[in-house]
């Protein structure tokens, strides 16, 4: 889970970081402080000089092409934003300024003649193309640059101009991927790519090595992947640090927490914190169960009591989404042991038609009055999250 989650803020960084420029729009009235000239480009700038400066590529109803010949030379810029659509930074446009950051968008195709020379304090910039044409010393006179450009870009080449514009070797490229997914294919969380992008091919290499702590549950256990992934997304831990009870039943407190965490796992709000409640652990749990609809208003529960398998079909069913349902055509008479008088009859039949239970034996028997075990939990938890560990169910 741990590592999940830090990926997963490294693409929310990166989405951040790719969308902000669109966030500072209207820092300024263009109109009233920007020239563009008939050729488009940007001839005066008479604004103020914010933190940011976004520089849109049409001002007026007028196309914004270049940023005009030093036009912020020498000028007390701090970052500035480029918005796509503008191709063409001008000569010396920011030379001996105060810039400290600059976005260039895939748009702009030519960087002129000392278009940042001598910018002191320039540390970092973005690049969005690497078909771009660099003037002499566009980049002369600056200091280490750590640059920012997505995985899809010819590096090498780009690394040659900027040697180039710049006159040395100080600068380093922060890749970003631009699309970046995460897998929930059981080969990929096995195989270990459980992110990757697909742009490039980058995968993320943290599932190598899993090694569960528990020395109850050996490789060879038929519910060994599903321990495994129950415990590695974080839903499921053991009894003690090396025990996990595979065969052990659970209450119906422990049932509610998973299912509570099932649903914020799938929901994804990495913010969320269940309280902690000293004289009922599970409270919080189960609040959040019923504040979510996990569990309707009307239904209580004895949450000391062992869960039945009824009773997990109706909070394991109503945590998942139910957004994946490769065997929407399995009919509740297929069940031999479950009918419309059944207790959760249709939570369970819910299961089934999401590739999530699939029955104890080839006639689909659920035995929805025995007693639920945590092999069987960590099952239903795997394969509610990871749809790759579904099961397609024959017909007939
Ligand atoms: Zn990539």
């Known amino acids: 889970m741990k590592k999940i989650s830090f990926i997963l803020a490294c693409v929310l960084v990166f989405s951040v970081f790719t969308t902000c420029a669109s966030s500072f729009t209207a820092l300024f009235d263009e109109s009233e402080h920007c020239t563009v000239d008939k050729d488009g480009t940007l001839a005066a700038y008479n604004g103020e000089y914010d933190e940011v400066l976004e520089i849109s590529a049409e001002i007026d109803g007028k196309a914004v092409n270049k940023i005009g010949d030093r036009l912020f030379a020498a000028k007390p810029v701090n970052t500035v934003y480029i918005n796509e659509g503008v191709k063409e930074i001008g000569k010396e446009a920011f030379g001996s300024s105060t810039l400290v950051y600059v976005d260039i968008p895939s748009s702009v195709k030519k960087i002129g003649e000392g278009a940042f020379k001598d910018c002191k304090k320039l540390t970092s910039l973005s690049i969005g193309s690497d078909d771009v044409e660099f003037g002499k010393d566009a980049f002369a006179g600056t200091d280490f640059l750590y640059i920012a450009v997505l995985c899809s870009l010819d590096t090498k080449a780009l690394g040659d101009k900027i040697r180039n514009a710049k006159g040395d070797d100080k600068f380093t490229f922060d890749v970003m991927h631009s699309n970046l997914v995460e897998s929930m294919l059981e080969k990929d969380i096995y195989g270990n790519n459980l992110i990757y992008c697909e742009d490039c091919g980058f995968a993320y290499r943290g599932y190598d090595d899993i090694e569960i702590p528990f020395t109850d549950v050996t490789r060879d256990a038929w519910y060994y992947p599903y321990v495994v992934t129950a415990y590695e997304f974080g839903i499921m831990n053991g009894k003690s640090e090396t025990i996990f009870d595979p065969n052990e039943n659970m209450t119906l407190a422990e049932a509610a927490k998973i299912a509570a965490c099932v649903h914020l796992y799938i929901n994804g709000d990495s913010e969320y914190q269940f309280e902690t409640n000293t004289e009922e652990w599970y409270r919080p749990y189960v609040d959040y169960c019923y504040e979510n609809g996990i569990i309707d208003k009307h239904i209580v529960f004895e949450w000391d009591k062992n869960a039945t398998r009824a009773e997990m079909a109706y909070l394991?069913?109503?945590?998942?989404?139910?957004?994946?349902?490769?065997?929407?055509?399995?009919?509740?008479?297929?069940?031999?042991?479950?009918?419309?008088?059944?207790?959760?009859?249709?939570?369970?039949?819910?299961?089934?038609?999401?590739?999530?239970?699939?029955?104890?034996?080839?006639?689909?028997?659920?035995?929805?009055?025995?007693?639920?075990?945590?092999?069987?939990?960590?099952?239903i938890v795997s394969r509610i999250i990871c749809y790759d560990m579904r099961v397609y169910l024959p017909k007939g």
Not at 319 to 327: L, S
Not at 361 to 367: S, V
């Open 316 to 379: 394991f069913s109503r945590a998942d989404d139910g957004y994946y349902v490769p065997n929407d055509d399995v009919p509740l008479t297929d069940i031999p042991d479950v009918d419309e008088n059944t207790a959760f009859a249709l939570n369970i039949l819910a299961l089934y038609r999401r590739g999530i239970a699939t029955g104890s034996n080839e006639y689909y028997y659920f035995y929805p009055d025995a007693f639920l075990k945590r092999s069987e939990a960590a099952t």
